[in-house]
């Protein structure tokens, strides 16, 4: 069975109070304000990527609320406000989600890594204000088993990953109807062509790509694609530990080139970010993590706006608690923007949501009563910064007109 939380779960004891967003000031003009502290009793160990539609972000946690202790699906505003658990998994439905919400229209399909009718995972659908819930499919091993991550849709179709089962036990590729109608396995991973994946699949056309944590040349994890119909696979690129191993989450595509993170590897052996073309070209280790900046990036992908990439380590910074950062996509201009502390929260698994200048998402452990914590993180918007920059130099050349005249 695949150990929960990775050996880092603890025992936390819960107090149900309702905690008010907090905000902290940090470096660069920036804002961090916790708009929720989990208790136990409204959910604890919250995981993944919070999913926005309009000012409400939604997302599920690892454990408690209710008596089942099997985790939630939760929504809150943007500012903090209106937090509400609408659904406890109690095994039958499913139990422990360690992935993110997919949203299309009024409708959120997501999986638990264990419970259904074989206790290996389920998918899922319900709706956005808690009703309809609708147990989609449940894994029986043989067809897959404990998925991890999320699902990506195109049109009327589910693709995700398991990271264990099938026929080799090393986990599946595999897509299914959003009415949890016609599941197939497009890919039953061997090892060689990877094992054991953790994250999402990227979409682009008619192609996916994903990553696995084991497996692939050097055993150390692979870059792959594949068709939405389940042909053409093809292994992009495998890790050799000193240029990233053990890949836990997702691929960030833009244009011909995908960025990604790795769990371990690099000269820090604290794991990497990286850049590769979509045919398996041009690999490009951008980053390694030395815990000063930042170690082991878990369950997450970079987030892309401009040319600019944000993410999470699980690990590391000020407090080895975890980090927030920023990165160019050549390479350049690494920024740690937050480190947590345990108080503010700590322990982040998941990527970031981006909505206008604020990144909103979630650290699992921390906070007020231990249990994990939902976040927002201001940052500078580059528009705001160029006109700031133009004003000055202008102002100055004035300034120094004015001198010579």
Same mark, same amino acid.
């Given at each position: ?99 993110? @919400? ?234 740690? @923007? ?49 006109? @700031? ?17």
């Amino acid at each position: 069975m695949l150990p929960r939380r990775w050996a880092l779960a603890a025992a936390f004891a819960c107090i149900a109070v309702m905690l008010s967003p907090v905000q902290s000031p940090v470096a660069h003009g920036q804002t961090y304000t916790v708009l929720h502290s989990f208790n136990g009793a409204d959910g604890k160990w919250p995981y993944g990527t919070p999913s926005l539609s309009g000012s409400t972000l939604y997302g599920m946690t690892d454990g408690e609320y209710g008596t089942s202790n099997y985790g939630t699906i939760f929504s809150i505003d943007t500012d903090g406000s209106g937090f509400h658990s609408f659904l406890s998994f109690n095994r039958a439905n499913g139990a422990y989600p360690q992935g993110s @919400l997919t949203l299309s229209g009024s409708t959120l399909y997501g999986m638990t890594c264990q419970g259904g009718t074989s206790n290996y995972g389920t998918i899922f659908s319900i709706n956005t204000d808690g009703s309809g819930f609708q147990n989609l499919f449940s894994f029986n091993r043989a067809n897959g088993a404990y998925p991890t991550g999320s699902l990506t849709l195109s049109g009327s179709t589910l693709y995700g990953m398991t990271n264990q089962g099938g026929s080799n036990d090393h986990g599946a590729v595999f897509s299914i109807n959003t009415d949890g109608s016609g599941f197939r396995n497009l890919l039953l991973f061997d090892g060689i062509n990877g094992s054991r994946p953790f994250g999402d699949l990227t979409l682009s056309a008619s192609t996916m790509y994903g990553m696995t944590d084991f497996g692939g040349t050097n055993g150390y994890g692979n870059v792959f694609s594949i068709n939405t119909d389940g042909s053409g696979f093809k292994n992009l690129f495998s890790f050799n530990d000193a240029n990233g191993s053990g890949p836990l989450g997702s691929l960030t595509l833009s244009g011909s080139t995908l960025y990604g993170m790795t769990w371990r590897g690099g000269s820090s052996n604290l794991g990497t970010v990286f850049s590769i073309n979509t045919d398996g070209s041009e690999f490009h280790s951008l980053l390694s993590f030395n815990r000063a900046n930042g170690a082991y990036p878990f369950l997450g992908s970079l987030t892309l706006s401009g040319s600019t990439l944000y993410g999470m380590t699980h690990n590391g910074g000020s407090s080895n608690a975890g980090t927030v950062f920023s990165i160019n996509t050549d390479g350049t201009g690494y920024q740690r @923007l937050f480190s947590f502390d345990n108080a503010n929260g700590s322990l982040p698994y998941g990527s970031l949501t981006l909505s206008g200048s604020t990144l909103y998402g979630v650290a699992s452990d921390g906070g007020r009563y231990s249990d994990g914590v939902i976040f927002s993180l201001t940052i500078p918007e580059p528009s705001t910064l160029v006109l @700031l920059g133009i004003g000055a130099l202008g102002l100055m050349g004035w300034a120094w007109r004015r001198r010579r005249a």
